[in-house]
């Protein structure tokens, strides 16, 4: 390996570990604002930030606006529709679910670009890597323990997400690259700001937040304006999804997914430490079982995708756009 080259790596890494932290916090952040805020101003106040942070610093470094002009405006629509609805389903059972446990079955986006890669890119899959999916899939249905008295309904919720994120990186991955790491960011932030202020203005008084459900109150309860200490959070959470976002592009653009990928999992120890410090939850055994099945299973379906000869897809676990 060259000086550059081991340069180049190190840039990843750090990228990586960079991404995976923003996203921790954007978890943490979200779920400590669901008691009292609705999902869609949250989202909101995100987008504004991210998208100042986008328009005024990333994007100039990254060439100028010019680089905003895209020849795929519909393949960003359909990236755009599946982050959103990636969030809608992560997020509300991030609300309902310790942290530690909708991280967990989040972690499952690679199992399913896998299965999505054979259905509409016509692509290949080994033995390995269907044993990969094989076992990833035995720790989500051990996380969500299948059975009379034990099933957790809402883990459905953050599976369905990952579902939404692995569309997100098959349409990326159909993308061919022509685009840069800024204009992938950019498209799905707007996404996210208009589709929230529309659901602001039809929802924002509340009249639809009737339900008991910790989910449907988190989607449908009123605007409230946030109180003196939140904003900083609301600062954070929009700061650290454009950074986010920006960081693991880079990361995939410049290294092989073999190399990036296991740094990313350090979002699960972190999801572990946020639950214990902020929220006092304590994964049980099945849950620290089921983790250790679906991250091992990414990491031999990374690793397989590495030994092709083809371009590897990007097995994001989360993408806040």
Known sequence: MTQQQAKISLFGVFAAVGAATCFSIIDVIFKFLSGDYPLYQVVMFRSVVAMFVLLALIIPLEGGYRILRTHQPKLHMLRSLAVLFANLCFFTGLAIMPIAEAVAIAFATPLVVTSLSVLFLKERVGPWRWMAVVIGFAGILMIMRPGPGTFQAAAI???LGACGYATLHVLTRRAGGSDKAAT???YPTLGFLLVSASIGLATGDGRFATSDSVGLQFLLR???WPAPQDWILFFTVGIA???GGYLVSQAYRQCEAGLVAPFEYIAMPMAVFWGVLVFDEW??????IGSALIIGAGLISVWRETRRSRPAPRPRPRSTG
């Not at 994964?283 to 620290?288: F, M």
């Open 283 to 288: 994964p049980d055994g099945p849950v620290w």
């Open 241 to 243: 999804g454009s950074v």
């Open 157 to 159: 919720l953050p599976f």
């Open 184 to 186: 992938l960011s950019f």
């Open 222 to 224: 009123a605007w409230i």
